[in-house]
């Protein structure tokens, strides 16, 4: 199984503040990589597919970018409704695997 | 607009077995590439993917998960069924349902399923 591996698992910062999240693949994924926001007791929300394709909906401050089996979530400015828990998930092979978590909080 | 909903028991004892049923609506299961998949949460953990089930009967499980698990479609009445036998606690989670065109786009609001006696 490729192992996703997200760093940090926990964050805090501010509103208006630039946030990067990572995440690792074990082994290449080319760009099969999606981004999921989750919200206490809610089903996760996607962000980003293909690494760097915003889902639509999505606010234009969400992007997401790949360096070979490195990939990046950024929130440009955060807003109040951004704090949550976010993952990254691959789909380039079976079986799928999902990151495991990083919990964005208010400072 | 795509919509999912699962169905089934909140509560299995050990041992027994567990079927949910995927209702959506949105989308056909017979449009080329189009896919349903399963996947759970364990409370406080990270989601795990189950199960998925292609517009062409393919039908994809986790490796280690696989002997336990069947997925079937009903295409007429918009329908998915996970099947998931001789249940523990450790299966305690929230179970949801996703269409899949590539990626998991859109979810279901998701059922917690509790394994106890």
């Known amino acids: 199984d490729i192992q996703m591996t997200q760093s940090p698992s926990s964050l805090s910062a501010s509103v208006g503040d630039r946030v990067t999240i990572t995440c690792r693949a074990s082994?290449?994924?080319?760009?099969?990589l999606a981004w999921f926001q989750q919200k206490p007791g809610k089903a996760p929300k996607s962000l980003i597919y293909?690494?760097?394709s915003l889902q639509s909906g999505v606010p234009s401050r969400f992007s997401g970018s790949r360096s070979g089996t490195n990939f990046t979530l950024t929130i440009s400015s955060l807003q109040p409704e951004d704090f949550a828990t976010y993952y990254c998930?691959?789909?380039?092979?079976?079986?799928?695997?999902f990151g495991q978590g990083t919990r964005l909080e208010i400072k | 607009q795509i919509t999912l909903k699962e169905s089934g028991p909140t509560l299995v004892k050990p041992t027994q077995t567990l079927t949910l049923t995927c209702t959506f609506s949105?989308?056909?299961?017979?449009?080329?590439?189009?896919?349903v998949g399963w996947i759970r949460q364990p409370p406080g953990k990270a989601p795990e993917w189950l199960a998925l089930?292609?517009?062409?009967?393919?039908?994809r499980y986790h490796p280690s998960l696989r002997s336990r698990l069947t997925v079937t479609k009903d295409t007429s009445k918009n329908q998915v069924v996970l099947i998931m036998t001789n249940m523990d606690p450790v299966d305690t989670a929230t179970y949801y349902c996703?269409?899949?065109?590539?990626?998991?786009?859109?979810w279901s609001q998701g059922t917690l399923v509790t394994v106890s006696s």
């Open positions: 996703a269409h899949e065109l590539g990626a998991f786009d859109y």
């Open positions: 998930q691959h789909y380039s092979n079976y079986p799928f695997t």
């Open positions: 089930i292609y517009w062409n009967d393919d039908e």
């Open positions: 293909a690494a760097s």
């Open positions: 949105g989308f056909s299961l017979t449009t080329n590439g189009v896919g």
């Open positions: 082994q290449g994924v080319s760009s099969y």
